[in-house]
């Protein structure tokens, strides 16, 4: 099935710093491209994959489920470690989670984490009915765009299959039972004003991990899609900063909250 314009995978050789990054649930890589273009700009190796099933039809998607989204991440990782002293893992949304599990289960491969909006669960009545309702009902209503900047749009499906849903519960569940193995350095943006993703999962998540160097920062202007949003900007400048500085073993930084 041909991927649709604007969802290709975006990939730039650079220097020894590299950043692997994760888009979110039905998405693409069209909502990370501008951060991804920006830090290889600045010289970084940076690989933006796109997911199975994900970037044609939502009828594909229906066809994968966790196992596919994170053994592509989980490859990518690899083929950048071959290259880059110091890899970094970066993502939105599902994203996030995916990053997460790369650094609990690849430790010192990678350097840090980087996670704007991360998902920890699937929320809602809806989730729990997702075992059952999966069977008789293939889709739900698809949950792209929340962006406060107007005209600003992201690329994804305008249907959920019920199937992968059920299947990102069971991820997101298998994450969180790993984050106490996420010892990086860990840099989490999220949106005050997010429809997609409460703050609760932010909050679950900065209290599971066992990172000592976090950093969290509030984004004011923005909804989820923050890197396609207000504070895109924002968020390209404190990524490179947290990547410089973890790079290079400039000082460490504990946990702070900044709007």
């Known amino acids: 099935m041909p991927v649709l314009p604007g969802a290709e995978p975006y990939r730039r050789e650079g220097g020894e710093v590299?950043?692997?990054?994760?888009?979110?649930?039905?998405g693409s890589p069209q909502s990370l491209r501008p951060w991804a273009e920006h830090l290889a700009g600045q010289g970084l190796t940076v690989s933006l994959p796109l997911l199975p099933g994900h970037g044609t039809r939502w009828e594909d998607m229906a066809l994968t489920g966790w196992q596919d989204w994170y053994a592509e991440v989980d490859r990518e990782l690899r083929n950048l470690r071959d290259r880059c002293e110091h890899v970094f893992v970066a993502g939105l949304s599902m994203g996030g989670a995916l990053a997460l599990r790369l650094a609990a289960k690849h430790g010192e491969d990678v350097a840090g984490v980087l996670v704007v909006n991360p998902a920890n669960k699937v929320h809602g009545l809806?989730?729990?009915?997702l075992p059952v309702s999966r069977h008789f009902v293939r889709t739900a209503p698809g949950?792209?765009?929340d962006i406060a900047k107007e005209g600003a749009v992201e690329l994804g499906y305008a249907r959920v299959p019920l199937h992968a849903a059920h299947s990102l519960r069971t991820f997101f569940r298998l994450v969180d039972g790993e984050l106490p193995q996420v010892t990086q350095p860990l840099l989490l943006m999220r949106s005050r004003r997010d429809h997609t993703v409460p703050a609760v999962d932010s909050a679950r998540i900065l209290s599971r991990v066992s990172?000592?160097?976090?950093?969290?920062?509030?984004?004011?202007?923005?909804?989820?899609?923050?890197?396609?949003?207000?504070?895109?900007?924002?968020?390209?400048?404190e990524s490179l900063g947290f990547i410089d500085r973890v790079a290079t073993g400039a000082g460490k930084e504990g946990t702070t909250t900044r709007g």
């Open 143 to 145: 949950i792209v765009s």
């Open 18 to 26: 590299g950043v692997l990054f994760c888009h979110g649930f039905t």
């Open 126 to 129: 809806f989730a729990y009915t």
């Open 211 to 237: 990172s000592t160097d976090v950093t969290e920062i509030v984004l004011e202007q923005s909804y989820h899609v923050a890197t396609l949003d207000h504070d895109a900007d924002r968020i390209l400048e």
